[in-house]
């Protein structure tokens, strides 16, 4: 059986994307490298506004996926939907350490989209200032490390904004904390200007703060899909909370712990001496400002705060199993108190 492209090369596609709404389209695609069949009916439709996130152990076709919808690979059979005049913008896993700074590789990058220079001085200085680029701007490619060369590998994705199509293969790959942060907030905001994502990851922040849904491929084939209630199943990410209380009545306590968003907690260990509790909490990340006011409110201190920590099972996930813990358990019923005498008693503030 062929395969037929329309959008590219005719006008179906964009009659088929302008009356529902719908970007890309890919009906039981299939690919050949070699003599390795790497894709097998693919069914695929990517709606404006929408990101999915493609999900996979090595070899499993996500890369080979993201270069046919972006036209670098042709499939062996199927269909292909895309709009007449859809922008496509794609980052590769990994930028080659080309001889040009990135101030340079970037200009050129541009200049190759048709972007006006003024235009695109200005895309240059604004998404290098969002991802902490600094003087990296002006080094060479063959200078960076792995993480920085990520960030101007994205950067040239973003450089002509919000509409089409994006795809990353694996974009948070190497990104320290406030840069992924800085990523999913501008992929964020790209959504709710309509944008298209599709994206190759396996960072749990990016999933559960965008994807709308996670496809999950196993040997060039689609295992299971994920729907965003399906993710939303599994829970908000959980924020660790440690507490130090001041002898209050248990009934104080017990108020805070019946609270909406406690996932677990329990008393972790007591220095009757100085009639101070040292709390363990687990709360969802919506409720963590509230639960830690709370805290502070009835005299109590907080010791530690680690946010997101992720509710996502990946190793589930992967094996197409529900992407929520296997088991949460709720515990809330206090730990029974160590003695004074405990050699970590004196740790304690």
């Not at 496809?215 to 660790?240: F, N």
Request: glycine share 10%.
């Amino acid at each position: 059986m062929g395969w037929r492209a329309s959008g590219f090369f005719g006008i179906a596609g964009k009659t088929a994307a302008d009356s529902n709404g719908r970007m890309i389209s890919l009906q039981r695609v299939s690919k050949r490298l070699g003599d390795v069949h790497v894709l097998s009916d693919i069914n695929l439709e990517v709606d404006q506004g929408e990101c999915i996130v493609l999900v996979g152990r090595n070899g499993s076709g996500k890369s080979t996926l993201l270069r046919v919808l972006a036209g670098m690979l042709l499939p062996e059979s199927g269909l292909l939907r895309k709009p007449r005049h859809g922008r496509i913008m794609y980052a590769l896993d990994g930028l080659p350490r080309l001889p040009f700074t990135s101030r340079e590789y970037l200009w050129e990058m541009g200049r190759i989209r048709g972007m006006r220079p003024e235009i695109l001085r200005q895309r240059i200085g604004e998404l290098s200032e969002q991802l902490f680029l600094g003087t990296a701007l002006d080094q060479n490619l063959s200078q960076l490390s792995k993480g920085t060369l990520q960030k101007v590998n994205l950067i040239q994705a973003l450089l002509p904004g919000p509409d089409g199509l994006l795809l990353l293969d694996e974009p948070l790959s190497g990104l320290d904390v406030p840069a992924q942060e800085a990523i999913v907030a501008l992929l964020r905001q790209w959504k709710q200007e309509g944008s298209q994502i599709v994206t190759a990851c396996h960072e749990p922040l990016l999933i559960e703060r965008l994807a709308d849904q996670v496809i999950v491929l196993q040997k060039g084939t689609v295992l299971r899909r994920w729907s965003q209630k399906d993710l939303q199943e599994a829970g908000e990410p959980a924020v660790s909370i440690q507490s130090v209380m001041e002898g209050q009545e248990p009934s104080v306590v017990d108020a805070i712990v019946e609270q909406p968003g406690i996932i677990s907690c329990h008393r972790s260990l007591v220095r009757q001496d100085y009639g101070r509790e040292v709390w363990d909490w687990k709360v969802s990340r919506s409720s963590a400002d509230r639960i830690i006011g709370m805290i502070l409110t009835v005299g109590g201190s907080i010791v530690s705060v680690q946010p997101d920590k992720s509710r996502l099972n990946m190793e589930d996930l992967l094996e197409g199993r529900h992407p929520g813990e296997s088991v949460i358990s709720v515990n809330k019923e206090a730990a029974e108190p160590l003695s004074s005498t405990s050699s970590e008693g004196g740790d304690l503030p």
